[in-house]
């Protein structure tokens, strides 16, 4: 099969690797991705190698940079760093960048907004990025990030297993560097914990 499976871990590693690979692995289990000690596979998801990707961290920053800057490699590598993260901070959401589709950011306490992935110019794999959602006490870190169409229904899942389900439209589009606001009630010791995207056909 044509295309590409772009992996990204929660220390900011990143890693192409064709589908033609993988068509030979049926019933066998391979590491795909080499990680450190610490570090978890984030998400993974197909492209055409030849867009540009975003990655979100908890801190609040965001970077977006050419697939064309990470070569496609062999099962076992560990990949390439694809944004310098600050002491604590972690990916913690990452996806394609196509037309027609935005960026949905969520934090701890419930607040999370839309924004547009325009607002993210491309720049060279491994910088710190920009603002994606300007973090405080009152929002908390950023726990999430999708790219989504208008039309996708987003899942937000807390620590404690409430959920809330709304389109993606339903969320409110602010600037870049804005908090966003309240989307979810989030209560006593929960925290708004991660999104699920519920893509519509077509």
Do not use: C
């Amino acid at each position: 099969p044509a295309g590409y499976l772009f992996l990204v871990s929660e220390q900011g590693r990143v890693k192409l690797v064709q589908l033609s690979d993988l068509s030979s692995l049926r019933g066998s289990e391979v590491e795909i991705m080499g990680l450190d000690a610490g570090d978890k596979l984030l998400t993974v998801f197909t492209t055409p190698g030849e867009g540009d990707v975003i990655l979100v961290s908890s801190g609040g920053q965001g970077i977006r940079f050419a697939e064309e800057e990470v070569r496609a490699m062999g099962l076992s590598a560990a990949g390439v760093w694809g944004i310098k993260l600050g002491k604590g901070d972690k990916v913690v959401g990452a996806g394609p960048v196509k037309a027609r589709t935005e960026l949905v950011i969520v934090s701890e306490n419930g607040f999370g907004k839309r924004t547009d992935l325009d607002a993210f110019s491309r720049q060279g794999r491994y910088g710190q990025g920009v603002i994606a959602l300007s973090t405080s006490k009152e929002t908390g870190p950023v726990s999430a990030a999708a790219v989504v169409r208008l039309g996708d229904r987003v899942m937000m899942i807390s620590d404690k297993k409430n959920t809330k389900t709304v389109y993606a439209r339903a969320f409110t589009k602010y600037a870049r560097t804005h908090k966003g606001q309240s989307v979810m009630a989030i209560r006593g010791k929960d925290r708004l914990a991660r999104l699920v995207t519920l893509e519509t056909a077509g």
